[in-house]
């Protein structure tokens, strides 16, 4: 990328590429599994990202080449010492310093809006895929391998891995992934549609960056609301979703990117979006 890397406390580095963020999980020496701290700070880095105006698309990925992220880094935590429902009320840096419940990151919790790409270039396990599971787009290198293995631990998967399992595989694909705790490699992964392309390990990254500036080039406002749409329509009625559709459609239809699109397909030329 265009831009220097800055890490970042709580085991997440970041690095820009004009509109484009790459979000990489960094605790390399524990397969980037996430502790309390790096929760703290994945969630401010998704926040700040969102709030960023002229930031369009974020990748997120794992460091290194062994693992996208294992979930959460249960050596690391500390026993919980605070009831549940007590910690719900403040479940993010006071879990952190008193040892309460810390709750793991979702992206539709922060909704973030924006187009996020999951570039998976390992072991996804847990929390790991859940985070996956919780982007618009996942890729994967062919050494990937998935996995939700809470049910082997006399847990589950509760940070929407049931959920959006069940939403992004056929209904018998996820249920037998979901009762067995069993892994998934990247060619099978394909072939349900858990991820939509695979590349060798050192294209990956280069893949990641091309669409995310593919997705960059368009406009701003029109992605934003087509990541936003699909994350608010997909479990309503039909009849209400295409009456999303229809009133996010006439939030665009007077803004000065869509004059400039048609200004610009009539007349031949690469548009010059502005995010207005």
Same mark, same amino acid.
Request: hydrophobic letters at 40%; charged letters at 25%.
């Given at each position: 990328?265009?831009?220097t890397?800055k890490?970042q406390?709580? $085991?997440?580095?970041t690095e820009r590429?004009g509109? +484009?963020?790459?979000?990489?999980?960094d605790?390399?020496?524990v397969?980037?599994?996430?502790?309390?701290e790096s929760?703290v700070?994945?969630?401010?880095?998704l926040?700040?990202?969102r709030d960023?105006?002229?930031l369009s698309v974020?990748i997120?990925? $794992?460091?290194g080449?062994?693992a996208?992220? #294992? $979930?959460t880094d249960l050596?690391?935590?500390?026993?919980?010492?605070?009831?549940?429902a007590a %910690?719900l009320l403040n479940?993010w !840096?006071?879990?952190?310093a008193?040892?309460?419940y810390?709750? #793991?990151?979702t992206?539709s !919790?922060i909704?973030?809006?924006?187009p996020l790409?999951? #570039?998976?270039?390992g072991h996804?396990?847990?929390?790991?895929l859940?985070?996956?599971?919780?982007c618009?787009?996942?890729?994967?290198s062919?050494?990937?391998?998935f996995?939700?293995? !809470?049910a082997?631990?006399?847990t589950l998967?509760a940070?929407?891995g049931? %959920?959006?399992l069940l939403r992004?595989?056929?209904? #018998?694909?996820a249920?037998k992934?979901?009762l067995? $705790?069993d892994?998934i490699? =990247?060619t !099978?992964?394909?072939r349900?549609g &858990?991820?939509?392309?695979?590349y060798?390990?050192d294209?990956?990254?280069?893949? =990641? &960056?091309?669409l995310?500036?593919r +997705? /960059?080039?368009?406009?701003?406002l029109s992605?934003r609301?087509?990541?936003?749409? /699909?994350r608010?329509s997909y479990?309503?009625?039909?009849s209400?979703a295409i009456?999303?559709?229809?009133?996010m459609?006439g939030?665009l @239809?007077d803004?000065?990117d @869509?004059?400039?699109? @048609?200004?610009?397909?009539g007349?031949?030329?690469d548009? %010059?979006?502005?995010?207005?």
């Amino acid at each position: 990328m265009s831009d220097t890397a800055k890490d970042q406390p709580g $085991g997440i580095s970041t690095e820009r590429d004009g509109p +484009i963020l790459l979000i990489r999980l960094d605790r390399e020496h524990v397969h980037n599994a996430l502790d309390p701290e790096s929760m703290v700070r994945f969630r401010h880095v998704l926040q700040d990202f969102r709030d960023d105006g002229s930031l369009s698309v974020a990748i997120i990925t $794992g460091a290194g080449s062994r693992a996208f992220c #294992a $979930g959460t880094d249960l050596k690391s935590a500390p026993a919980t010492t605070s009831p549940f429902a007590a %910690s719900l009320l403040n479940p993010w !840096e006071v879990g952190v310093a008193t040892g309460g419940y810390v709750r #793991a990151i979702t992206v539709s !919790e922060i909704d973030v809006g924006k187009p996020l790409i999951a #570039a998976i270039n390992g072991h996804a396990a847990g929390g790991g895929l859940e985070i996956a599971l919780d982007c618009d787009l996942r890729i994967a290198s062919r050494n990937a391998t998935f996995s939700l293995p !809470e049910a082997k631990w006399a847990t589950l998967p509760a940070v929407g891995g049931v %959920s959006h399992l069940l939403r992004a595989v056929p209904q #018998a694909v996820a249920m037998k992934m979901l009762l067995t $705790g069993d892994r998934i490699d =990247a060619t !099978e992964a394909h072939r349900v549609g &858990l991820v939509s392309d695979v590349y060798e390990p050192d294209e990956l990254m280069d893949a =990641a &960056l091309s669409l995310a500036r593919r +997705i /960059a080039a368009n406009g701003p406002l029109s992605t934003r609301a087509i990541s936003q749409l /699909a994350r608010r329509s997909y479990d309503v009625p039909l009849s209400h979703a295409i009456a999303m559709e229809q009133a996010m459609w006439g939030l665009l @239809r007077d803004t000065q990117d @869509r004059a400039e699109g @048609r200004r610009a397909f009539g007349e031949r030329r690469d548009p %010059s979006y502005e995010g207005q």
